[in-house]
């Protein structure tokens, strides 16, 4: 039985469970994975290096110079980036645009405090330091040296709103 274009979900697989086409990514990569634009794809690996512990997957250089790393947490691929101007881009960091960056990089680590002291000793800006919040994480927030914001957060147990 052939399946017809009205039968296939909007992603292109077939409704029937049974049908789903081979999964399509690689190994150890979640179905969603964040390419940032850095100003320098070298001082941006040695931070998250440092300040999270992520480790280089690949990185691919051109002429000595890094134009691509992939890095991964705990075995899984947290991250992708290349330096502005890369690949013919005009895309520019938080920082070089003068601007907030408008999403916040939510990471469950084991120890948010020891994390956020190491996360601002290699270079990051503590927008907001570890504190239990409503919703039962600790949580704090780090700005890396190219403006992105990266929430650390432990799961906790929820304050009591009567407290």
């Known amino acids: 039985m052939s399946v ?8 292109g697989a077939a409704s029937d469970a049974s049908s789903a086409p081979a999964d399509p990514r690689p190994a150890h990569v979640g179905w969603l994975t964040p390419y940032l634009t850095v100003r320098d794809a070298q001082a941006s690996r040695t931070f998250y290096e440092k300040a999270f512990g992520f480790e280089v997957r690949e990185a691919v250089d051109d002429d000595g110079a890094t134009m691509h790393v992939e890095m991964s947490y705990r075995g899984q691929l947290i ?8 690949f013919g881009s005009t895309a520019r960091t ?3 645009a003068g601007t907030e960056a ?4 939510y990471l469950y680590v084991n120890d948010v405090d020891a994390l956020h002291a190491r996360a601002v000793e ?3 800006k503590s927008l907001l330091p570890p504190s239990d919040q409503f919703w039962g994480d600790r949580f704090c927030q780090i700005e890396d040296p190219d403006g992105y914001r990266w929430g650390l957060a432990h799961k906790g147990r929820p304050r009591d709103a009567s407290a």
């Open 4 to 11: 017809t274009d009205s039968e296939r979900s909007p992603f």
């Open 79 to 86: 991250i992708m980036f290349a330096p502005e101007g890369a």
């Open 94 to 96: 938080p920082c070089s």
């Open 102 to 105: 408008p999403q916040l990089f």
């Open 122 to 124: 290699a270079g990051g």
